[in-house]
């Protein structure tokens, strides 16, 4: 998928939306239980229900894995029903892969040729050569690892060389990558809403992907204060807040609306910076 | 396995030699197409032909992962496989993954419960909450990024706060995390030998496992010199050098001769340093 089909999807549904799949087995309806691949059938009735909200789909794949071959099977089916019922939206695999070239390439074959997804989050810990072959997909895209929005964060992220903080230094350094200008995105933290300036001060004109909304105490008016551009510009995820609404049979349904709450302040922000 | 199994099995097959699984189909022999799971044929007859030489074997999980179903089928094979047949080995999942709490949670359980690796590499950018959950794992030993081998090691893991480097500011945090005395080891590449003298002075009694020798141009003698203590303290990885060192059908007993050749040098050193 280009930018452009990006933006104009989320022109048309008037939502910077992302639905995150963290799928716990301990977390879905008893009924669901039953089903032969309950991971994928709970994915299912969430992508049902939620679409007409949400521009982007992000499953964690550390949930998938967890579960071993029969996660991986699910992962296989949750991204095929994606691309064949909703082409329209964009797949994100929160991978948050990062190893050396020809590793890399490896991981990029993983993602965007098997699996067929439309980006991958990646770590930027060991430079270009580690994020360049994830780049040279020209028909995907590479979503950096930033500014995150956990405690931790604040271990490495704000090490500072002559007033220049490391996640500011991954955003100067990336930005200059084979590719970058087309294909690379950013993670950034909600928890960390004031931030954004100092981010979007450096790639004025990228996409973030923002996760941290809602279980995480980020919030979304900070956020598009500060993070909104004439092409829209940013992904905003909520994964627990919409996908355990309810750990009732009407889980769906709670989803669907938590994910419609969210896409009505979504539409009141693009209005309000005149993006539609 | 804990720390001392390990030191003893060093000792007694007189190696620190990690054989790396870094299978890529476009280079086993062509024999080996023949067969119904050919990666894992691989990886079984590499296995066979070094463990007398080896203490250790990490599969790269992105190669097995670029192949689908497939491959996570013939991960868990190799895996396996190792743990019924070698089960003195110590086993380390080259994953190199790192995301927040809950996540990390999950990623531990996939390779440590589901697998049953004894170890994991781990990405340091997240911080300590995305480290602390592998951590948790008493039986098991987690590795992290401290200072790489490729090009872009130079990046960001030199960046410097008040003459402190980054991968420097990672040994000295994380050095002091719950669980990292007894189960913290560190990945610090070959092709930085003089950087193991720097390593040695903050993490003076930890494991690092040194990937770097042979195809990436690393100098065993530099690393054995700098970075030896008296329970031995290093694990160093060759992957191409021994898996391709034939591509015939011979591949088997190559890999064997140049992993007794990596186990006599080691062996000398080991006598050397009086740790043998």
Redesign the interface.
Known sequence: MTRGQLVEQIKKKASFLCVGL?VDLEKIPAELHKEQDSIFMFCKRIIDATAPYAVAYKP?I??F?????A???AL?RTIDYLNSHYPEVFTIA?A?????????T??A??FFD??QFDAITV?????????EPFLAFKNNHTIL?AL??????????F???NDVA?FE??LK?AKTWQGAEERLMYVVGATKAAAIQAVRSIVPHAFLLVPGVGAQGGNLDAVAENGLHADCGLLVNSSRGIIYASQGSDFDLAAANAAQELQAQMQRWLQKKQII
């Open positions: 963290d964690n550390a949930f894995e967890a579960y071993g071959l996660g991986w099977q296989e929160d948050k892969r990062g190893d050396i070239g020809n590793t890399a490896r991981y074959k993983a098997q699996l770590a930027p810990y060991m430079g270009q050569d580690s994020v690892l995150t929005s956990n405690a931790g964060a604040s271990d490495f992220q090490h500072s060389e490391l230094k991954v350094t």
